[in-house]
Each structure stands twice: as structure tokens, then as C-alpha cells.
């Protein structure tokens, strides 16, 4: 058996999902191949070699590949399918976006987002919002898996194995990168932070989310928010935490101002501790706090930051 | 042009799903169900082209027994112009889903098909992408805008660190994340008059796709609970057990 994990990565470094999509392979496999697609990668080619439990990186390094659009990458990954038994991506945007397209071209059944590695064929999924867990078993003869990060730990490191580069005839002629957007922050990113503060409506608008710039500071934490505060407009959609948005787990989520809707119980409610801060007691949100704190925000975060 | 845009009949999302007893699947006997709120946004999209003089028919299109019928006749209700059920009783997986869909899209010929980016049971999104590959087409999934000029689409995409926009070639896919648009109601008038639109009926067995199974489902279960927590004073006491109890702070 072996599995080849496609590389999460961005402006020429490799994220943190890779690690532990690589750690979902290894209770596969001890046969992990690294894919970095993509143009001017060495970089994130090298941290992928020195991953634990990687045997080999694959570069395909061609323009085309450049914003990693699903149908180039897709193209790419059938061309190698043939040598492995089992291809994982992380279930992020881009992971999403390109591997049932990779399925589909391959004729399998996809499982996404799995949390679990039973064996080689049966893995644990959350379905219904994270309602029920699902234990699914694949009997398609290749795997074709995205992995919810944020189920696994990041494999430590290891000395660089041999990186190798491919050639590759994917072509793209369906669709063109126009431009993107991308949301500034100097805090760590949400889906690999160990700390995690997150507004919802109860911050009233965007302006108080600075409410809770120092506590971050402080506890280096990323600042997440519920649906309702971004469709509120209060703060960007890249920030929502939920099953709409990023699905986090971090040692220490603070929800403040969250009443705790289901699809934002999807996103957080695998965190270690959970601190709700709201007015209402009976918010439903107190239910899977280990510890919550009955108070108005406004009298309450200014507090917390100078108790810090 | 003619817009594809398939739905599916789910649990309504206010709804907490609960696991049987035997483990064997979510319990869906006397649940409230209602179409995918992402196939809603679907719909809306697909409509607004049409408003918009872009799309000249919306067809849409579902896929299960009799019953997402009722879905159906809501999608008419909406100011779609025709439904297709693709009946079948057989549990399906996303791939048997996209190549039924591939047949209908090579019979209808849409230039575009817009679907929801998932459903909120099996929380899959495979569906469109599947599509778009079987096709051959571009793809525009997690949309949160919408343009269409010149034979091309351009589509502004929901992506981790922010927003990326891509300009597809039609045909095309694409999928509806929730920020895309809000969704009408259906009026009375309308829903008397979708009555009388046309709703056809596709037995899923004269496609000719097989839909064996491929992944067998074992085990449902209920997520571990988490503990009941405490109700702390003040903040000086949450500082406190932060530090000392949950050790999560230093």
C-alpha cells in the first residue's frame, strides 16, 4: 500500500495541514509520498521532505499549476494515481475543490473529511453537522480521501528525504485565475492556533471585535467569529467558525457573545476547553462549556485582558 | 442559455439529527425535511440570471423517490420553468449522483448547472466538482458571486485566506456557498401556479448508470459527549481555573 498526500500550500510555504494529513496517512501506510504542485515551490518541497513518516516529494512545478486550480491539479493527480492505493488532500478550500474532480475522472466514491483511520479501508466521518459520527468502509480498490485537519496532530520531523520533480502534459484550458483577496492578519491562522477567541453577534459591530485584540496578543491566540457576526458584517468570512466556515480544535476556545447555534458547534466543539462568555444563561453554548462566565462582554473583556 | 440546477430533499437544518438506537443510521421517520439550504441558494442564483435576461429556462432537477417531488414544486414555485425527478429508491453516493446528472446535463445541454456546494446530511461536497469533471467542464465551486459575460463566467470564490476569483469558460459548474444571495419566499399565487408547470419523471434505471454501492456505511453513532461544565463568578476566578485546573494558559 501506499498513499500519496497532496501538499497544502501558499505564497511559497507549506501550512501546518500537511503535517497532519501526513499523520492520517501514516495509520495508513508507512509508504507516503508528498505531492507539492505548483510554480517556484523548492521551498515548500524541502519542509515537506523533512515531515516524519514521508518516504518521497514529488514536485510538479509548471505555471499552469500556479494557483492550484482544480482542473490543472486534477489532470496531474490522475496521471500519478496509478501507483498509489490511497490519495489524501486536507479538507481545506483547495482540497475540496480538487479532489472530487480527481474521483470522478478516476470513477470512485470520495469520503470526505474523515477524523479517524480505522484501517486501510474504514475510516470515521462526521455527518449532520457533526450530529452523528459515521464509520464507513470504502470498497473501491483506490482511496480518494480528504482529512478534516484539525482530527489529527502534526507529525514532527524527520532528516529531508530525496525530492524528485515530475513532468507533467496537465494542461488548462477551461478556466484562468483572475485575482485574489487576501485577508491581512499578523495572528496565527485559525485552523492551527492553540488558542482560539471568537465574537458572534453579541459584539454588536466590527469596530468592538477590537475588544478583543489585546486578549489575543496576549494568549497569542486567532481570532475567530461566529455566522451570525459575519453575516452581520461585522468581521470578513475567512474569520467564521462553524460548518460553513473553519472547523477548528484548538487547546482553548473562547466564545464570546455565541449563543452556540448547531452549525457553530460543528466548527469549535472538538476544542480541550471551551469558555463561553455571554449575558444569557440560557444560551445553549453553556452546554459544552467547561467553564462559562454569565456576564456582559463589555464589562467583562477589558477585565480579562489586564487579568492576563 | 439554460441553467441545470439539481436540489436535494434533507433534514430541515433547524433540525438535530438523532442516531437509532441500533447504530445503523440517523433516524429520519417523522422528521421535518426540506430542501438543502444551499440548493435554495442554487435556485435564487438560477433565478436571478433569469430575472437578470440571462438565463432564458431553469430547469430543476432531483434525484430520490416521490417524496423530493415536494422540493421540486418548490424550485417551480421560486420561477423555475420545469422539474425533472430522477426517481430512484436506491441509497446513492456522491458519484452515482454526478453521473445521473451527467446524463441529464448531456440531454439538456445547460451551459450552465449551479448547484450547492453540499448538503447538510452527508456534508459530502463532492457533487459539483464530480459533475464538472464527468463533463468536462470548468468548475466555480464556493461561490459567493456570480457573473456572466461574454461566454465566460466569472466566479468569486470563498477560500481559506480570503476571496479568489476565476474566470471560467462555459459551459460551466458551480457551486453555492451561503453568501452568495438570499433567497425569496414563494408566494401563494406562485405556489398555486406551480402546480401546473411541468414536472417530469425519469426512472434513474434508464439512464443507464450503475449505482452499486461502493462504500458500505457500518456505524452510526452519537459524537462523545462533552462534560458538563461550570458556571464560574467572576473573572478573576476564570483566569484562575484557566491557570491552574484546565492548565490551557500560563
Known amino acids: 500500500m501506499s498513499v500519496l498526500v497532496i501538499a497544502e500550500h501558499e505564497q511559497g510555504a507549506l501550512k501546518p495541514e500537511t503535517a497532519k494529513v501526513i499523520n492520517a496517512a501514516a495509520k495508513i501506510s508507512d509508504n507516503i509520498t508528498v505531492l507539492v504542485a505548483g510554480h517556484s515551490v523548492a521551498t515548500v518541497a524541502e519542509s515537506a521532505s523533512k515531515i516524519a513518516g514521508v518516504t518521497a516529494v514529488i514536485v ?39 479532489l472530487p474532480r480527481v474521483a470522478a475522472l478516476l470513477d470512485k466514491s470520495q469520503i470526505s473529511e474523515i477524523i479517524d483511520v480505522i484501517d486501510a479501508d474504514t475510516f470515521k466521518r462526521p455527518i449532520y453537522a457533526g450530529n452523528a459520527i459515521a464509520t464507513v468502509k470504502s470498497s473501491e480498490d483506490k482511496k480518494i480521501i480528504t482529512v478534516r485537519a484539525s482530527a489529527f496532530d502534526a507529525q514532527g520531523e524527520q532528516a529531508a528525504v530525496a525530492i524528485s520533480t515530475v513532468e507533467s502534459a496537465a494542461d488548462n484550458t ?20 492553540p488558542v482560539v477567541i471568537s465574537g458572534g453577534r453579541g459584539m454588536q459591530n466590527g469596530e468592538n471585535f ?81 467553564y462559562g462566565l454569565v456576564a456582559d462582554l463589555f464589562d467583562v473583556l477589558p477585565e480579562l485582558e489586564n487579568a492576563l | 442559455m439554460k441553467v441545470l440546477v439539481p436540489i436535494k430533499r434533507v433534514i430541515d437544518y433547524n433540525v438535530k439529527a438523532r442516531v437509532k438506537p441500533d447504530n445503523s443510521d440517523v433516524d429520519l421517520t417523522n422528521v421535518k425535511m426540506a430542501m438543502n439550504p444551499f440548493c435554495e441558494i442554487a435556485v435564487e442564483e438560477a433565478i436571478r440570471l433569469k430575472e437578470a435576461g ?78 464538472a469533471a464527468l463533463t468536462g467542464r470548468s468548475q466555480g465551486t464556493f461561490a459567493s458571486k456570480v457573473v456572466v459575460e461574454g461566454g465566460k463566467a466569472l466566479v468569486t470564490r470563498e477560500v481559506d485566506g480570503g476571496l479568489q476569483t476565476v ?50 456505511l457500518l456505524k452510526v453513532e452519537e459524537p462523545a459527549k462533552r462534560e458538563a461544565g461550570i458556571i464560574v463568578e467572576d473573572v478573576a476566578e476564570l483566569v484562575n481555573k484557566l491557570k491552574t485546573e484546565a492548565k490551557v494558559i500560563s
Not at chain 2, 441509497?91 to 451527467?102: F, G, N, Q, W
Not at chain 2, 441529464?104 to 448547484?115: F, G, S
Request: charged share 20%; aromatic share 2%; net charge negative.
Open chain 1, 60 to 98: 510538479a512545478d509548471k505555471p499552469v499549476f500556479e494557483h492550484q486550480l482544480a482542473e490543472s491539479t486534477a489532470d496531474l493527480v490522475v496521471e500519478l494515481a496509478a501507483d498509489y492505493s490511497h490519495i489524501l488532500a486536507s479538507a481545506s478550500t483547495t482540497g475540496k475543490n480538487t
Open chain 1, 174 to 193: 477551461l478556466s484562468e485565475f483572475v485575482s485574489v483577496e487576501q485577508t491581512e492578519s499578523e495572528r496565527p491562522e485559525l485552523n492551527a492556533a
Open chain 1, 210 to 290: 477590537a475588544l478583543l485584540n489585546g486578549i489575543a496578543d496576549k494568549l497569542g491566540a486567532a481570532i475567530g467569529a461566529s455566522r451570525a457576526a459575519v453575516d452581520a458584517g461585522f468581521v470578513p468570512n475567512d474569520m467564521q467558525v462553524g460548518q460553513t466556515g473553519k472547523i477548528v480544535a484548538p487547546d482553548l476556545y473562547i466564545a464570546v457573545g455565541i449563543s452556540g447555534a448547531i452549525q457553530h458547534l460543528a466548527g469549535m466543539k472538538d476544542s480541550k476547553v471551551i469558555v463561553a462568555i455571554n449575558k444569557d444563561p440560557d444560551a445553549p453554548i453553556f452546554q459544552v462549556a467547561d
Open chain 2, 167 to 216: 474566470s471560467l469558460s462555459l459551459p460551466a459548474v458551480v457551486t453555492t456557498d451561503l453568501r452568495l444571495n438570499e433567497p425569496r419566499y414563494a408566494s401563494l399565487p406562485n405556489i398555486m401556479k406551480a402546480k401546473r408547470k411541468p414536472l417530469d419523471v425519469i426512472a434513474a434505471d434508464s439512464l443507464g448508470v450503475d449505482l452499486a454501492p461502493r462504500t458500505e
Open chain 2, 54 to 131: 440571462i438565463a432564458t429556462e431553469v430547469i430543476a432537477v432531483s434525484i430520490g423517490d416521490k417524496a423530493c417531488q415536494e422540493q421540486l414544486r418548490t424550485a417551480l414555485a421560486l420561477g423555475a420553468d420545469k422539474a425533472i425527478q430522477i426517481d430512484t429508491d436506491t441509497k446513492l453516493e456522491s458519484i452515482h449522483v454526478a453521473k445521473l446528472l451527467s446524463k441529464l446535463v448531456e440531454q439538456e445541454q445547460p451551459e450552465l448547472v449551479i448547484l450547492g456546494k453540499q448538503s447538510i446530511d452527508s456534508d459530502n461536497n463532492q457533487t459539483g466538482q464530480m459533475l
